[in-house]
Each structure stands twice: as structure tokens, then as C-alpha cells.
């Protein structure tokens, strides 16, 4: 008997994995045809109002550079040391995992639910948390990934080599110490904050207000200059904007305003949880 306990085990171990597996590519298959019957559902041009943003930050980018860089980087350390120890607590709020982890658990989740065995009205609820937490997986992973690869192929020193190499010193593909523009942590913030700011528009300012202060704790600490803050924020929202036009076009979330703009389709309140108008 103690012999054959093991072969068992190891057997419903199998089975188990098996069915995981094949329910997997079964959600998968079906997902795919479904975000297929969706977008044809859903056609049209995507509208895209980012160049004029793009321009405009592309300048205020430039123009901080110009005006605060330099003397931010020779003001490194001395800042007072209370705004210090706040900034020190508050900067890896900055730090994507905190947001990629939970979201990512839950839409890997879904992938390996077995949906049928829901009601009609659990199914609806599930999938609207599965596709809130698919698009500011999607707005803060890959905005952070690219801005990942960006600033190793740009390679600016940061302040701590402000005083041998100055303020706009560049050395592509080099070490952690040369890949200060733009901020990835800014850019988790400006991703994340600006994703709530379409989600719930009444909290725009306070949105904005935390991601610009998450964001100048970088420059507190000496990791940053402000030009690299300001472009890592404004390609987070700028990201997290863009991803809401893509969930428009297959209609999940979001659907395309008046104005052209992405916002919220009536019916995502996800059970009343801070999304009612």
C-alpha cells in the first residue's frame, strides 16, 4: 500500500496538470475568436489624438532640460533632510511589481478557470476584473518594458556622475548608472495613475498630483534628473491613454467619447467598487 500511495499521487498530479493545461488552450482559442467576433463588431479607425501631445512634451522635455538639469544636478544632496526621508519612503511606490503581480495573477487566472462552472451574472463580473486588470497590466508592463530597453540604448549618466561627467553625459549600452533617461519609475507612475484617471475621472487632479510628486521623489534621491521624470511620466499616460483606445476598438471598457477620447463604458462599475458615475 505504501508503495502504490506515491504512483497515485503522482498520477492525479498529472491528470490535474492535464486538464489545466488543455482548459489553458481552450480559454485561449476561445478568447481569441472572441476579441476576433469583438473587432469585427467594432470596426473603424482607431482615432489618435497623440501627436500634438507628443510635440508639446517633446519641447517641455527639452525646455526642462535646458532650465533645471544642471543646477538639480548640483543641488544633489542637499535638500532638506525631512523632504528627504519622505521622498526616500514614498520613491519605490515607483516600482512596478507592486501593480504587475496582482494583475498579472489575475488574468493568468482567468485562463485556467473553468468559466462554466459560474452563473451568467459571476461569469460578467469575473471577466470585467479580468479585462480591468488585463489593461493596466498591459498600460504599466509594457510601458515600463520599453522604456526599459530605451534607456540602456540611450545611456544618460545619472546625477551621481554629475560632477565628473555632467548633466548630459551619454554612454549607450552600459551599466545601471548610465540609464537615467527617462525614469522608469516615472513611468510606472504616470502609467498607473493616469490608467485611474480614465477610470474614474473624478479623480483626475489627485491622479496628477501623486504622480508628479511619486515621480520628483526621483529627483529627491539623486536617481533622476527632472527631464528624465517629466518624459518618463508623460510616456506612461501618454501609454496608458493609448492602451484605453485599443480596449475601445474591440469595446471592453472603454469606448471612444465625443471628444475622441477613450472613456468608460456604462456597465464597468465592477459591482459599484469606486467606478459608479
Same mark, same amino acid.
Given at each position: 500500500?505504501?508503495?502504490?500511495?506515491?504512483?497515485?499521487?503522482?498520477?492525479?498530479?498529472?491528470?490535474?496538470?492535464?486538464?489545466?493545461?488543455?482548459?489553458?488552450r481552450s480559454n485561449i482559442a476561445a478568447s481569441r475568436a472572441f476579441l476576433k467576433s469583438r473587432r469585427a !463588431?467594432?470596426?473603424?479607425?482607431?482615432?489618435?489624438?497623440?501627436?500634438?501631445?507628443?510635440?508639446?512634451?517633446?519641447?517641455?522635455?527639452?525646455?526642462?532640460?535646458?532650465?533645471?538639469? *544642471?543646477?538639480?544636478?548640483?543641488?544633489? *544632496?542637499?535638500?532638506? /533632510?525631512?523632504?528627504?526621508?519622505?521622498?526616500?519612503?514614498?520613491?519605490?511606490?515607483?516600482? /512596478?511589481?507592486?501593480?504587475?503581480?496582482? =494583475?498579472?495573477?489575475?488574468?493568468?487566472?482567468?485562463?485556467?478557470?473553468?468559466?462554466?462552472?459560474?452563473?451568467?451574472?459571476?461569469?460578467?463580473?469575473?471577466?470585467?476584473?479580468?479585462?480591468?486588470?488585463?489593461?493596466?497590466?498591459?498600460?504599466?508592463?509594457?510601458?515600463?518594458?520599453?522604456?526599459?530597453?530605451?534607456?540602456?540604448?540611450?545611456?544618460?549618466?545619472?546625477?551621481?556622475?554629475?560632477?565628473?561627467?555632467?548633466?548630459?553625459?551619454?554612454?549607450?549600452?552600459? *551599466?545601471?548608472?548610465? @540609464?537615467?533617461?527617462? !525614469?522608469?519609475?516615472? =513611468?510606472?507612475?504616470?502609467?498607473?495613475?493616469?490608467?485611474?484617471?480614465?477610470?474614474?475621472?473624478?479623480?483626475r487632479f489627485p491622479a496628477l498630483v501623486l504622480a508628479i510628486w511619486l515621480g520628483f521623489t526621483r529627483v529627491?534621491?539623486?536617481?533622476?534628473?527632472?527631464?528624465?521624470?517629466? @518624459?518618463?511620466?508623460?510616456?506612461?499616460?501618454?501609454?496608458?491613454?493609448?492602451?484605453?483606445?485599443?480596449?475601445?476598438?474591440?469595446?471592453?471598457?472603454?469606448?471612444?467619447?465625443? *471628444?475622441?477620447?477613450?472613456?468608460?463604458?456604462?456597465?464597468?462599475?465592477?459591482?459599484?467598487?469606486?467606478?459608479?458615475?
Open positions: 500500500m505504501d508503495a502504490e500511495e506515491p504512483v497515485g499521487r503522482t498520477e492525479l498530479i498529472r491528470r490535474t496538470g492535464r486538464q489545466m493545461a488543455g482548459r489553458f !463588431s467594432h470596426a473603424g479607425p482607431m482615432p489618435v489624438h497623440g501627436y500634438r501631445y507628443f510635440f508639446l512634451t517633446i519641447m517641455v522635455v527639452f525646455l526642462v532640460a535646458v532650465v533645471l538639469d *544642471n543646477p538639480v544636478g548640483a543641488y544633489r *544632496n542637499q535638500w532638506p /533632510s525631512d523632504v528627504l526621508k519622505w521622498a526616500y519612503r514614498l520613491t519605490d511606490i515607483g516600482k /512596478s511589481g507592486w501593480i504587475l503581480v496582482p =494583475t498579472g495573477v489575475l488574468v493568468l487566472a482567468g485562463f485556467f478557470l473553468d468559466w462554466r462552472r459560474f452563473g451568467a451574472r459571476t461569469r460578467l463580473t469575473m471577466a470585467k476584473w479580468v479585462a480591468a486588470s488585463a489593461y493596466v497590466f498591459i498600460a504599466v508592463g509594457m510601458s515600463g518594458l520599453i522604456v526599459a530597453i530605451a534607456k540602456r540604448l540611450i545611456g544618460r549618466a545619472r546625477p551621481v556622475h554629475f560632477e565628473e561627467l555632467g548633466a548630459f553625459y551619454f554612454q549607450p549600452f552600459s *551599466n545601471a548608472s548610465f @540609464a537615467s533617461f527617462p !525614469s522608469g519609475h516615472s =513611468t510606472t507612475s504616470g502609467a498607473f495613475f493616469a490608467a485611474i484617471a480614465i477610470f474614474f475621472p473624478a479623480l529627491l534621491v539623486g536617481a533622476h534628473y527632472p527631464s528624465d521624470v517629466v @518624459a518618463g511620466l508623460a510616456f506612461g499616460a501618454w501609454y496608458a491613454y493609448f492602451t484605453a483606445l485599443f480596449f475601445a476598438g474591440y469595446g471592453f471598457i472603454f469606448k471612444i467619447g465625443d *471628444n475622441g477620447l477613450p472613456v468608460r463604458r456604462k456597465g464597468y462599475e465592477l459591482q459599484g467598487f469606486l467606478m459608479r458615475r
